[in-house]
């Protein structure tokens, strides 16, 4: 049990932390590739690696939806379609502003994931969960801002957060879903949801670019990048995948969740390293959504003591 612990713990720390450095990786491939190829070509070498792993461990069976088609397609589509593309393609809009941003938008997903849950079950947060989303949002502005307030009025700040903030709601749906598809192994919700996600993903690039909406690049413009998607394939793409949703069974998503403020981090620190001049605003805002993301944690915790502590008080009682 030990052991498992501390494999959930690496699971979720290393798919952070190559998030958290996918985002300054992108920023220097998108001089070459726009976002949209990108994310396409980031993301079908991954899909045929998961369906062949998965038809090896679990055979043709596991391809069988039943009865789920759409439900796989439609957490499939928010978490490879709607994050994947609008996340690379807000930040690319945003240019070096929106490398920090598009990360802080991904740890802000579980925050999000508290109003999906309160639209779809009436699930109502409790009133200190609604003031940590205050808090991130706060921290949010202060990154997409930078100190100069009157930016969120321009449609050239407002338009890339607006896709930004759906790309963080389409994570969150997806990292819901994984837990609609009970029976189901971590191999084969990753598998499925990339094929669909992906396939969505194509039509829509497909279309986009049959109007001449979305530029087809070059060959040589993708040899360029090739070492840039060889990481972005296998660690962000495969290896992530599938240790978050692993780590996040082990470990249990209340626990989990806590290392998606290892992405924001990360990419400040690359950031830095790159010779990037980071802002006292932007790292005021990146500590402030880190620590909303631990204070409705620890809150979360201490509900869940307090409900255990009270069954426990009634099962001693039926007892006695």
């Known amino acids: 049990m030990k052991n498992n612990i501390w494999l959930g713990i690496l699971f979720c720390g290393i798919a952070s932390i190559s998030w958290g450095a996918m985002f300054p ?79 802080i938008m991904e740890a802000l997903a579980p925050i999000l994931s508290i109003f999906i849950l309160w639209f779809l079950y009436n699930s109502r947060p409790y009133r200190f969960t609604m003031i940590t989303i205050a808090g991130a ?25 607006i896709i930004l903030l759906l790309a963080a709601l389409g994570w969150a749906f997806y990292t819901i879903g994984g837990s609609t598809f009970e029976g189901w192994s971590v191999l084969r919700y990753s598998t499925l949801s990339c094929l669909y996600g992906t396939l969505t993903a194509i039509v829509f690039v497909g279309i986009g670019s049959a109007l001449q909406l979305i530029d087809i690049p070059s060959i040589s413009n993708i040899v360029t990048i090739k070492y840039h998607m060889l990481f972005m394939i296998l660690l962000p793409g495969l290896f992530a995948l599938l240790f978050w949703n692993k780590g996040v069974m ?71």
């Open 25 to 103: 990786i992108a920023n220097d491939a998108f001089h070459y590739i726009n976002p949209f190829y990108f994310t396409l070509i980031r993301y079908i070498p991954v899909v045929v690696i998961l369906v062949f792993l998965l038809y090896l461990a679990e055979g043709k069976e596991s391809f069988r939806l039943e009865g789920k088609g759409w439900s796989i397609w439609f957490f499939g589509t928010m978490g490879f379609t709607i994050y994947n593309i609008f996340i690379f393609w807000g930040q690319d809009l945003l240019q070096d502003q929106g490398v920090l941003l598009a990360s």
């Open 137 to 161: 949002f706060i921290g949010v502005v202060l990154v997409v801002t930078n100190g100069e307030f009157s930016v969120l009025f321009e449609m050239n700040h407002f338009m890339p957060l």
């Open 250 to 320: 082990v470990l249990k998503p209340i626990n989990a969740i806590l290392f998606i403020n290892l992405a924001p981090v990360t990419t400040v620190l690359i950031r830095f390293l790159q010779g990037y001049s980071i802002s006292i605003y932007e790292l005021s805002g990146v500590a402030i959504v880190c620590t909303m993301i631990i204070s409705n944690n620890l809150h979360q915790r201490l509900l869940q003591a307090r409900t255990n502590k009270r069954h426990v008080h009634k099962d001693s009682k039926l007892v006695s």
